[in-house]
């Protein structure tokens, strides 16, 4: 006898296809999105809300599910929508273009359960009536219930109010599955069998284990769904007329750590990191359409992830901030893009250091050479693409700016090397814990040679359905079922990597080894400027915080001093000794108040500066005072035992000179102590680093995956690395210390070296400027000689013609053209060279000429005594000329702004040496000593600070000089007065 027997499912195999399938909860996210993709979604969303019992829910704006649709395709287990064309039809694309489908089991929607056991299903169509549903996943766990035993309850209704009116009976429908109801007495008997059977084995031996069939009525009966958990969806918000909704309670912890309420400890915080990390790329984000890659597709698909706070959203994951992109990471340093074809041949362009070294399809890599690429239907792998960047893990090795530098570097948490297929993540290629393409197992072996670490890697494989068919996922989405095509894959992916790394990126690439020391050697020369600019801030901040907070200290000293010297009267011994402590007393505090390591630029605090500096001279010249009248009076009285004066200004002197020394030795003795303790933790962590690096080299020698020779070699590299970045740590600490113990001042040569180079920075700017406004005079000059003729000839013609209106004022200003460009001639750089006899006489005229309707305007005096007249000496006109021009246009400048009564220059002689003078206002006393540097000005206008470096530059080529002078017998006007010193001149 023959019989014939069907399966009997039993209701644990939903559970066994859905909840345990799934590897965990960003996964069956990951699932539900591409479901809602295939419904050819535009949005997708997943939404946390905070409340008492935190609900989630998943929203789209697909074409959403009918009554029938429901019932005959979401509630039958393995439909595959490939297979039913009905769902592509251009109605339910609402204009997407056709979709490959992402679904292949049929068995995706059964990921919800991995979100929490509670879920409620509201779907819509176009044009049609919602349809609800509600169903607990914790039911299809009792192994005892047959499958058809479990009845979902579902409700259609038109209008979205009537959903909230319906929930309390599907909840009662719902728990009709665990205790049965009066309409089928036999269900009910099988339902009551299996629930007790099912607690029973549960509760056997834990006298505290709640009976699954209560636990579950409980959550049904105590479940809230509300109004605002369906707020956001875009149905709901009438904002679309289709999509679908999955409404979770009593969901897992994953979902709890996104919450802001959730503890944060290490793992809630792990939790959510994995999440974010897992979702934050769903779609592609290195696609370009400046790119070759055929398979780098938009999917034209946007998401979501957001918590509830009340009625306050925050942000978890939003595709549109995503941090990385093509754009970003074809910035980075090194790139490698391109195509892999059917024969597993690369082909594309490699950026290298910061530079394209090979563009459009010009960089090739080969397959290996054992390695066969299969061509059968079931073993294909069709062509794919191929995106990845990173940068130098070292800042000293790297071209990148320090912005850009840092910038990568904080988007490490969004690195990895990820594969998405059709536009769509595909998990968990690019998980910390996932290493397909064996990345970090290479880079064990040798990093330096590996090159690519995933923590730095910023890429992906592009995949396709329709060119790929054979890399088809694991029923758990745990990655591709391991046949041939994902072995193949896998192998031409790090075969890839491995070619680009040796000969472009890795340590043994010639070409790394060719670019490399240039590189680091213009990093440390980068790295030393930046620390100079960072010196020179700290210590004009430091400066200026100085002179903010003394200023006023020292304008209260001023004040209270300004009647101190009129007033002291020493007559007797006991004043005298109160004028010494006056002294003592008014030294000290201004040696506390002194200023040390004037910045180059002062910018705003100039004027303050310069304030203070007038006034310490001011100070420092009553005390002065104060002691010329000691002197005197010492000298007067003679005190009978000097030695006790002597004895006790010592002892104040001393007990002044300790409070001090006190101050500073503590300050330094916290110092040392903290930087001892930095030290110490840096020795010992530099100890640990050999063997940290070089021990896993042992263990790869005793597996037998390294040899031995390169085992030793690697271990040589890397003591030479590890010993020359120590050598850099600690002996140039050693050296200064060194420095220190020999008593120079580390901080004071860094500040002056820092000083001098801005200064001497702005002054080659400045110079540049300057070269140009030669270049410019010599090129205006050359092209006024070259026309004068032609001008003169043309004026002479005129004339000859009779008298054209306004040709004498053409003649006039021409005039004046030619004498300016007379001028000219020995300031050009081509000047005339030649040495000729040159009189004091013709230096006069030459002035009074150049001067002529400055000094007739601003009836300024230029006069020049007779010996001034007689002297001569043998010199360039081009280095002569300008010195005095130079001179006398300042005082001219001065003359003029001070508006002084009845103004004179004065050229005159004394003790064989020339004497240039004016009546002005005279230079201030804090400016005398930076007279002659360049760029140095106190004019408001039109001054380039050039002028008196060029008189001192041009008169030292000749061996002469030239000074300020404050001498009494040099002093021949109340004003400025210059003193020339003539290498070979004759005043007889």
């Not at 728990?175 to 009551?192: A, P």
């Not at 607690?199 to 834990?206: I, N, P």
């Not at 359409?289 to 957001?306: C, G, H, L, M, T």
């Amino acid at each position: 006898m023959i019989e014939t027997l069907a399966f009997r499912t039993q209701a644990r195999t939903v559970d066994h296809l859905g909840r345990e399938q799934i590897a965990d909860c960003p996964t069956a996210i990951s699932e539900l999105w591409k479901n809602a993709y295939d419904a050819y979604a535009r949005n997708v969303s997943l939404h946390v809300f905070d409340d008492p019992e935190p609900v989630a829910a998943v929203f789209d704006d697909g074409h959403g599910m009918g009554y029938d649709e429901f019932v005959n395709r979401w509630l039958v287990v393995g439909t595959d929508s490939k297979f039913d064309k009905n769902v592509s039809d251009a109605a339910d694309r609402d204009g997407l273009p056709r979709r490959t489908k992402q679904g292949q089991k049929g068995i995706g929607r059964l990921s919800s359960a991995n979100l929490g056991p509670l879920l409620l299903l509201v779907s819509k169509r176009k044009n049609q009536n919602f349809v609800a549903a509600l169903l607990d996943w914790r039911i299809f766990e009792n192994p005892y219930l047959v499958l058809s035993d479990i009845e979902i309850p579902i409700t259609t209704f038109a209008n979205k109010e009537e959903l909230f009116q319906r929930l309390p009976e599907l909840f009662d429908r719902l728990t009709d599955n665990i205790w049965g109801n009066q309409k089928d007495e036999k269900r009910t008997s099988r339902l009551k069998l299996a629930w007790e059977t099912y607690d029973k084995a549960v509760d056997d031996g834990d006298l505290f284990s709640e009976k699954p069939s209560e636990l579950i009525a409980k959550t049904i009966i105590d479940a809230r769904f509300e109004e605002r958990h369906l707020a956001p969806w875009a149905v709901w918000e009438g904002l679309s007329e289709k999509g679908t909704a999955l409404v979770v309670s009593d969901i897992n912890f994953d979902l709890r750590a996104l919450l802001p309420s959730a503890e944060r400890d290490s793992n809630a915080k792990r939790t959510k990191d994995d999440f974010v990390s897992t979702l934050y790329a769903f779609t592609d984000p290195y696609v370009s359409s400046d790119s070759s890659e055929f398979n780098a597709i938009d999917p034209n698909f946007s998401y979501e992830v957001k918590t509830w706070d009340a009625n306050i959203s925050h942000g978890v994951v939003e595709d549109d901030l995503i941090s990385v992109s093509r754009e970003i990471t074809e910035q980075m340093e090194h790139v490698l893009s391109g195509n892999i074809d059917e024969h597993g041949v690369f082909r594309g362009h490699v950026k290298a250091y910061g530079e394209w070294r090979k563009l459009g399809s010009d960089y090739e890599i080969l397959p290996p050479a054992d390695l066969s690429i299969p061509k059968g239907p079931t073993t294909i792998v069709g062509p794919f693409s191929f995106h990845v960047a990173t940068f130098e893990r070292d800042r000293g090795n790297s071209k990148l700016s320090d912005e850009d530098f840092a910038r990568f570097k904080a988007m490490e948490d969004h690195s990895g090397f990820l594969i998405f297929r059709d536009g769509l993540r595909v998990l968990p290629y690019g998980r910390e814990a996932n290493d397909f393409f064996e990345i970090e197992t290479r880079r064990s072996i040798n990093a330096g040679r590996e090159y690519w670490n995933k923590r730095r890697m910023f890429g992906r494989i592009a995949l396709s359905r329709d060119l790929n068919p054979n890399l088809r996922d694991k029923a758990g989405r745990e990655g591709f079922i391991d046949n041939r095509a994902a072995k193949v894959l896998r192998a031409l992916v790090m075969n890839i990597l491995k070619r680009s790394a040796y000969e472009y990126f890795g340590s043994n690439s010639d070409f790394r080894k060719e670019l490399l020391p240039d590189i680091q050697a213009q990093n440390a020369k980068e790295k030393a400027e930046r620390e100079r600019k960072g010196l020179a801030k700290k210590n004009a901040k430091k400066f200026r915080s100085q002179l903010k907070n003394n200023l006023p200290v020292l304008m209260k000293l001023h004040e209270e001093t300004a009647l101190l010297v009129s007033k002291i009267r020493i007559e007797e011994e006991r004043e005298l000794d109160n004028v010494q402590s006056i002294i003592s007393d008014l030294t000290t505090q201004l040696a506390a108040l002194r200023l040390v390591g004037a910045p180059a630029n002062l910018g705003s605090a100039e004027d303050d500066y310069r304030a203070f500096r007038t006034i310490v001279a001011e100070i420092s010249s009553r005390i002065k005072e104060l002691e010329e009248l000691r002197a005197e009076a010492i000298e007067r009285i003679q005190p009978a035992k000097p030695e006790e004066i002597a004895q006790k200004q010592l002892s104040s002197h001393a007990s002044r000179l300790q409070a001090r020394l006190r101050v500073w030795r503590k300050s330094i003795d916290e110092l040392q102590s903290s930087e001892r303790e930095r030290v110490s933790a840096l020795f010992d962590e530099r100890n640990k680093a050999f063997h940290q690096d070089a021990m896993p080299l042992v263990d790869q020698v005793r597996m037998g995956r390294l040899g031995l020779d390169d085992a030793l070699e690697q271990m040589k590299r890397l003591y030479e690395k590890l010993d020359t970045e120590n050598e850099d740590t600690f002996q140039s600490y050693l050296d200064a210390l060194e420095v220190m113990s020999e008593n120079i001042n580390i901080e004071l040569i860094a500040r002056q070296g820092t000083a001098d180079n801005i200064a001497l920075r702005d002054d080659l700017n400045r110079l540049n400027q300057v070269a140009q406004l030669g270049v410019t005079v010599e090129i205006l000059g050359h092209e006024l000689n070259s026309n004068e003729r032609m001008i003169r000839e043309g004026i002479r013609q005129t004339r000859q013609a009779g008298e054209v209106p306004g040709t004498h004022l053409i003649e006039t200003g021409f005039e004046a053209l030619a004498q300016q460009l007379e001028f000219l001639s020995p300031l050009k750089v081509s000047g005339t060279r030649t040495r000729r006899e040159i009189t004091g006489e013709e230096i006069f005229k030459y002035l009074s000429k150049f001067f002529d309707a400055v000094t007739r305007n601003r009836r300024i005096k230029i006069s020049a005594s007779e010996e001034f007249k007689s002297f001569s000496i043998h010199e360039q006109p081009s280095r002569l000329l300008p010195v005095f021009v130079n001179l006398v246009n300042n005082s001219v400048y001065w003359l003029s702004t001070s508006q002084t009564k009845d103004p004179e220059v004065l050229l005159s002689v004394e003790d064989r040496k020339i004497v240039i003078s004016d009546n002005g206002p005279g230079i201030d006393p804090v400016d005398q000593e930076s007279l002659f540097k360049m760029f140095f000005t106190r004019k408001s206008s039109g001054g380039r600070g050039i002028g008196l470096y060029l008189c001192r530059v041009n008169l030292m080529a000749g061996g002469h000089s030239i000074q300020f002078s404050t001498d009494r017998k040099f002093r021949r006007l109340t004003g400025a007065n210059f003193v020339i010193n003539f290498k070979g001149a004759d005043f007889d």
